[in-house]
């Protein structure tokens, strides 16, 4: 089984969206000696329009156009995780595992990311930097099951791409759940997702991609394909709700 290929952004099977609401907005004001204050209205509030259904003698689809592997989910093999403790399981081998299985992508003068398997080779632990492209392993229950997962992310040279695997143990087995690569700026962890964000080749403006976990896959499913304004600091607009932070090793 091969990893999981997203399409390259841009292309024309990406579900992007844009999402704009409009409300009306109650300010505050106090001018001058002795205005006690108070809400008043700024503007009027635009009536609401209901969506127009487009071609509705269209026969609906029955079928997807392209697979484009929406269900990711993979036993990796000679990981041992003692006592079902993912904690226990060697981040730095998880990877190592993950190259040994996909020798397309890793090995040989054409594999896309060659380079990744000579620098995991050398590394000690995860996160320690350097020349090691595993990053600091995350732990945090993403399933709802108590038992926590192991959020783990590594440098794909030559393109400088980041990995971002979701792993689990299920039936005392490491089990991947969710996989992804791409020119990452950041990454969340939020109640049962993990949130990515990506720079856009449209100026001003980001990706943002939501994987949540959906307990009739047993995998975590990409939920929300956004493209979000940026403001000048870079930051996505609106901002994200509260992330509560993860536990590093």
């Given amino acids: 089984m091969q990893p999981t290929r997203r399409p390259r952004r841009g292309a024309a ?6 999402t704009a609401v409009v409300a009306g907005v109650l300010v505050s004001a106090a001018t001058g000696c ?9 503007g009027r509030t635009p009536t609401a329009v209901s969506p127009d259904r487009l071609w509705p003698d269209l026969t609906p689809a029955s079928s997807p ?30 990877v190592r595992a993950e190259i040994a299985a996909h020798p397309d992508d890793y090995s040989g003068a054409k594999a896309p990311y060659r380079e990744t398997g000579p620098r995991v080779e050398g590394c000690g632990h995860a996160g320690e930097g350097g020349r090691c492209p ?43 759940i969710m996989a992804y690569e791409d020119a990452v700026s950041g990454v969340e962890l ?5 949130i990515i964000r990506a720079p856009s080749e ?17 995998a975590m499913l990409l ?22 932070s993860a536990s590093p090793r």
């Fill in 202 to 218: 449209v100026a001003g403006y980001e990706y943002r991609l939501q994987w949540t976990w959906a307990e009739d896959q047993r």
């Fill in 13 to 18: 099977v990406r579900r992007a969206a844009f």
């Fill in 190 to 194: 939020a109640d049962r997702s993990v």
């Fill in 134 to 176: 595993v990053l600091r392993p995350y732990y945090r229950d993403l399933t709802g099951d108590g038992r926590p997962e192991l959020t783990l992310g590594f440098r794909l040279p030559p393109e400088q791409l980041t990995a971002v695997r979701v792993y689990t143990v299920d039936e005392h087995r490491l089990t991947r």
């Fill in 65 to 94: 156009a392209f697979d484009i592997g929406e269900v990711d989910r993979e036993v990796v093999k000679g990981v041992p995780v003692p006592g079902d403790d993912i904690r226990e399981a060697d981040p730095v081998a998880v």
């Fill in 223 to 244: 939920t929300h394909d956004e493209m979000l304004r940026t403001n000048s600091a870079g930051h996505h607009l609106p901002r994200t709700t509260h992330t509560p």
């Fill in 34 to 42: 002795g205005d006690a204050g108070g809400l008043v209205r700024d």
